[in-house]
């Protein structure tokens, strides 16, 4: 079965850490690059990330760049986002999603909660 | 970066009806857009690629057009499954990956 699945969020105070985990089954996981994209309670999508099938390029958007680190493990078919120095308005629901031939996202996890809060 | 402005922010429609969605960019991203769409709960899916291209098994009546700076999805026919928000994306220049505010469809 073709799936991404998310697992690692949860509640953690302002400050905190968190390391989110993607594990992708049913295809050949080298040959993608994937990302992550985040939605905040009630707004719109929001990139935080994406890796390339290489793992040599990683980017990321500005409001988490110097705090998030992506990573993958192509023997474990995995990607990884850690995620350091929480603040409140990281709080959000988190995506992993694959990059398709098309050079689009055509397929994401179901998403993994991740609240900030004291 | 490019910014993707979406309108309307919402749309009221009622089953069987035509809408029209549209997306403009602030520079001209060719024909590099997507249309995603999101229900209450669900993680988005691809409708559209490369702004004409119905991904996989999404049915006939999605139908994507334009280039350049302005887009628009169409639905045809709504059906009560339709019902929920469209986003666009584009790819022509990223990073930053960036997603339009979206555009909520709504049963009138």
């Known amino acids: 079965q073709v799936q991404l699945e998310e697992s690692g969020g949860g509640l953690v105070k302002p400050g905190g850490s968190l390391r989110l985990s993607c594990a992708a089954t049913?295809?050949?996981?080298?040959?993608?690059?994937f990302l992550w994209i985040r939605q905040a309670p009630g707004k719109g999508l929001e990139w935080i990330s994406y890796i390339s099938a290489d793992v040599i390029t990683k980017r990321y958007g500005d409001s988490v760049r110097g705090r998030f680190t992506i990573s993958r493990d192509n023997t474990k078919n995995s990607v990884y986002l850690q995620m350091n120095s929480l603040r409140d308005e990281d709080t959000a629901v988190y995506y992993c999603?694959?990059?398709?031939?098309?050079?689009?996202?055509?397929?994401w996890g179901r998403g993994i909660l991740v609240t900030v809060s004291s | 970066e490019i910014v993707l402005t979406q309108s309307p922010a919402t749309l009221s429609s009622s089953p069987g009806e035509r809408v029209t969605l549209s997306c403009r960019a602030s520079?001209?991203?060719?024909?590099?857009l997507a249309w995603y769409q999101q229900k209450l709960g669900q993680a988005p899916r691809l409708l559209i690629y490369?702004?004409?291209n119905r991904a996989s098994g999404i049915p006939a009546r999605f139908r994507g057009s334009g280039s350049g700076t302005d887009f628009t999805l169409t639905i045809s026919s709504v059906e009560p499954a339709d019902f929920a928000v469209y986003y666009c994306q584009q790819r022509r220049n990223w990073p930053p990956i960036t997603f339009g505010q979206g555009t909520r469809l709504e049963i009138k």
């Open positions: 520079q001209n991203v060719s024909y590099y």
């Open positions: 999603a694959r990059i398709g031939e098309s050079g689009y996202f055509d397929l």
């Open positions: 490369d702004a004409s």
């Open positions: 049913g295809f050949i996981f080298n040959d993608h690059y």
